[in-house]
């Protein structure tokens, strides 16, 4: 029943490029490589984006009026189409004159050419990577670098298309974040020091701008929640939380139904709230006095944003906005993005439980995620509903974003895998973490990294995205290995 709130979505620029000689000298080529670059462009609109063709460019006048064309159209991600040879004359004047990544795409029609048959026509066919060395040297000559190059096959090659939706995620992350409105709420809680964040140097180093906002705005909005609306949300929560009898954990019980109505008055309001500020995530944190509406209000999210977080609107607890950007750009990249941090570690078994007490992406939960109502919140204030699940099994990637002595921002990335077994019952998520070579050594080079205590996490190896993310963007990344 919960669907996304903000699609995941992009613009793709894609332009061929090839010699002009050619089409004199061989009748039916530029016919035939059009469908070829056509086939491409239906190959990159079936990764749900939307593609801007700006056709063939075969001379350097083309070329400076395409790069007019490209920066007017404000792609997020530039594909050039190597479908033959090309000078680098048709591409240097669109390298320099723009500033998006650039991706070269060498996917020749053939897989081998029929030898018996070969020509030089057949090989201007699938003459995809002559000039694609050429492209990358000059590239570098201009002072901008190709992003990356795709090589294979057009047609029936599996690993090509995979990368050419890899890159198409990258977009959705870049869409995302031009413009993004991450709001901040609150205060850090007392004493941390890794969550503090500078919103102007959020806002250079990723495009976003961050809403300043007040308690107050949030309470207005809830006191306006109707008991009607508090019964709808209420339908939705039971359909998709259990909400079974406690265990262990003397903490937690079954949920009650004070706590069942004011979660679902809490998620009605976060929707008003992000509706009417136009919010593209949250990141907050508030105490209030004992007995007053502010606590009341600030203490009663964590199922709201739960069911957010799995429609596309990263929130995030304890006013962390740099770990609130970095679940939306797992969220963009469809992998989730779960706000959490390391838990006790296993060394019988060897691995480390990471979770957090919430909030968390219910699309990559196992199962039916859990509600249990908290006599208290640990090392918070208020009680009342909180969520608890078990990741998927699998693999699973974590980025966290910390920032240096210098102020600018880092990338720390690691991966490893989820695996099944028991997790405590303290209405908490949490799931059994594995890394390579051994847990212990991976978490010791993990903090000597110099990370905040958050991450997101996410499901799935992506490493190699994040990286390349974090290329385009011009901040450092380490992958812990």
């Not at 035939?32 to 001379?59: A, L």
């Not at 998620?267 to 136009?278: G, R």
């Amino acid at each position: 029943m919960i669907e996304r709130k903000n699609k995941r979505t992009a613009k793709i620029g894609i332009f061929a490029v090839a010699h002009a000689t050619y089409w004199d000298q061989f009748e039916g080529l530029l016919d035939n490589i059009m469908k070829y670059h056509n086939d491409f462009c239906q190959m990159t609109k079936d990764n749900d984006v939307e593609v801007v063709d700006f056709g063939m460019v075969d001379s350097s006048e083309k070329a400076f009026q395409c790069a007019k064309a490209i920066n007017g159209a404000d792609v997020d991600v530039l594909f050039c189409n190597m479908v033959t040879y090309a000078t680098s004359s048709v591409f240097a004047p669109i390298v320099r004159e723009t500033n998006k990544p650039i991706v070269l795409i060498a996917l020749q029609p053939r897989k081998a050419m029929d030898y018996t048959k070969a020509c030089t026509f057949m090989q201007l066919e699938n003459d995809n990577i002559c000039s694609v060395p050429e492209f990358t040297g000059v590239a570098i000559r201009m002072g901008r670098e190709v992003n990356d190059v795709i090589i294979g096959t057009l047609y029936d090659d599996e690993e090509a298309k995979k990368e050419v939706a890899k890159w198409c995620n990258i977009a959705k992350v870049l869409n995302s974040l031009k413009g993004a409105r991450m709001g901040l709420m609150g205060h850090v809680l007392e004493a941390m020091y890794d969550m503090h964040a500078d919103p102007t140097a959020v806002s250079a180093a990723f495009g976003v701008h961050v809403p300043l906002l007040e308690i107050e705005d949030v309470v207005e909005v809830y006191e306006s929640v109707t008991e009607e609306e508090i019964a709808a949300k209420s339908e939705i929560i039971k359909k998709e939380f259990d909400m079974p009898d406690p265990k262990s954990d003397p903490v937690t019980m079954k949920l009650t139904d004070a706590d069942l109505h004011r979660a679902a008055k809490g998620a009605c309001a976060l929707d008003k709230f992000i509706e009417k500020y136009n919010l593209t995530g949250l990141a907050y944190y508030y105490e209030g006095r004992e007995n007053t509406i502010q606590r009341e209000v600030a203490t009663s999210f964590i199922v709201g944003n739960s069911i957010l977080n799995a429609q596309g609107i990263p929130m995030c607890g304890e006013f962390d906005l740099k770990t609130c950007i970095a679940m939306l750009i797992m969220d963009r990249l469809d992998i989730g993005g779960s706000f959490a941090e390391f838990h006790p570690f296993d060394f019988e078994e060897d691995f480390i439980l990471v979770g957090h007490d919430g909030p968390h992406h219910l699309r990559i939960a196992d199962g039916k995620p859990i509600l249990r109502s908290l006599t208290k919140f640990h090392g918070k204030p208020g009680s009342g509903a909180s969520v608890e699940f078990k990741l998927k099994e699998g693999p699973i990637t974590m980025l966290g974003i910390t920032q240096k002595a210098d102020g600018k921002f880092k990338f720390v990335v690691g991966e490893g895998l989820s695996k099944k077994g028991p997790i405590p019952p303290t209405g908490n998520t949490n799931t059994r973490g594995f890394f390579e070579p051994t847990t212990k050594e991976f978490i010791k080079k993990w903090v000597m990294e110099g990370p905040t205590h958050h991450y997101a996490l996410g499901i799935g190896h992506h490493a190699d995205e994040l990286q390349k993310i974090a290329k385009i963007l011009d901040i450092e990344c380490v992958v812990v290995k």
